[in-house]
Each structure stands twice: as C-alpha cells, then as structure tokens.
C-alpha cells in the first residue's frame, strides 16, 4: 500500500513533469491537499511529508479537524458550495475561499471577516461547462462580479477557480482550461492566481497556467461516503 508521503511524491513529479512540459516555472504551481472526508490524522501525515495548505469543502467538518490540529501551523482553503449562514465562520476560519459565485456571499465574508486577521484570499468560481454544471458564475455576469468584489474591503481578490466537466480527450480538456485563463485575462485586475486542476486532470490545467492545483484522490486515495 502506499503511504500519503509517496503519494505526495508522486503528484509532485507531475506537476513538476507538467510544468517543465508547459515551459513554466515549477515553483509557481501550488499544491492545495484537498482533505475532506479525510481524518485528521491523515493531514497530519501529509503536514509532516512536507504540505502546508488544506482545502475543505464541508465546514462543521473543516472546523473539527482544525481543532484537532491546532497545533500544527496550517493554511486552510474553503473549496465547497457557501450558505449564507456559514459565512461568518468561513470568513473566522479559513485563509483562502475558492468557491464565491454570488456578490451576496463575498459581501457578507468581507464584513464578517475579523480585523484582527488579514484579507481574505478570494477566487471567483466561474463555469465554463454550462448547463453540465450549477456552481459558479457564468462567463458573462464574471467582469461585474470581480469589480464589485475586488472593491471590499476586507477581501483580496486573488483570480478565478474552475472545475470543467470531465471530457474524453485531452485537447477539449485543455480548451475549457484555456477559457478559465482568458477570462481572468480579460479582466482588467491585478490577479495572480487560477485554481484550477485536480487528480486527473491536473497536467491540463498547468499547461493552461494554473498556479494551485487542487489534489484530493491522488494524495489521499479514493474517499468513503458511506459513513455520513
Ligand atoms: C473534491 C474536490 C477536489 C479534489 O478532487 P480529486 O479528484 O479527488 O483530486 C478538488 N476541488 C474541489 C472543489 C473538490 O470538491
């Protein structure tokens, strides 16, 4: 069986691989270790083979394991669907959300966000699949979205994330990846990040310019539902 320390190994070859592919800079491209589902003993493995940043999609969940790793010094991102009534506590509790589609949601973060933290990190999810998918903005709504959000004052709007639908070949895979790139280029914003790529399509997503891949099955192995 292998350990979470080879997997983190091997994932960090293919994104090293991918980005010498793209002629990129490996350094650029971030591992975020997709957690949920995951016990806390299982980060606390991947913290000591070496990784720092956590991304959690369910939030009584996230705020469990942080307690339990309170002693450990991590950067947690908030990657799943928001409520309106989880706000309060993601904006308490975590250094990066992922997944803001909606003005309503990053408004209530940024007056919620506690002064004595610094800004909190921000990507707008945007949907480049369609109908095939219902979170994050559409395409056309994303120029309003990013100016109003790029104006709060307790928010730092970083770039866009994406998850595009799986597709069969490679060369449709890297087409929805290269419209999450345009789109952020088009926007007349100082943005540094796109967060896009997971397990099986990361080596796509860097060849597209993302700069934080997002990788839960390969680091972890395959997640168990059926507890909850
Ligand atoms: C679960 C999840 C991931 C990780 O997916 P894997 O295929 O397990 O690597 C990445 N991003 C988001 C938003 C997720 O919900």
């Known amino acids: 069986m292998s350990t979470i320390a080879d997997n983190i190994l ?62 450990l010094p991590l950067i947690w991102h908030f990657i799943g669907p928001i409520q ?20 309503k949601i990053a408004q209530r973060l940024s007056e919620q966000r506690p002064t004595t933290l610094g800004p909190l990190n921000i990507c707008i999810q945007v949907n480049v699949s369609g109908e095939a998918s219902k979170s994050g903005c559409t395409p056309a709504d994303l120029p309003a979205l990013a100016a109003a959000i790029s104006a709060l004052p307790r928010l730092k709007l970083r770039g866009l994330m994406a998850i595009p639908e799986p597709t069969d070949g490679r060369a449709e895979q890297d087409a929805a990846f290269a419209t999450v790139q345009q789109l952020q280029a088009s926007l007349d914003l100082p943005l540094d990040t796109l967060s896009m790529g997971m397990s099986h399509d990361l080596e796509s997503a860097i060849a597209q310019g993302a700069t ?10 395959a997640r168990d539902y059926s507890q909850s």
């Open 84 to 103: 309106s009534n989880k706000t309060r506590a993601i904006a308490e509790h975590f250094d990066w959300v992922h997944s803001v589609d909606r003005l």
């Open 10 to 71: 091997q994932v960090s070859s293919r994104i090293q691989a991918a980005a010498k592919a793209a002629h990129r800079d490996e350094n650029s491209i971030h591992l975020l270790a997709v957690s949920k589902t995951k016990p806390a003993q299982a980060l606390r493995e991947a913290y000591a083979a070496g990784l720092r940043d956590f991304g959690e999609n369910y939030l009584q969940e996230a705020l469990g394991k942080q307690l339990e790793l309170a002693d």
């Open 212 to 221: 934080w891949v997002r990788i839960g099955t390969a680091l972890f192995g």
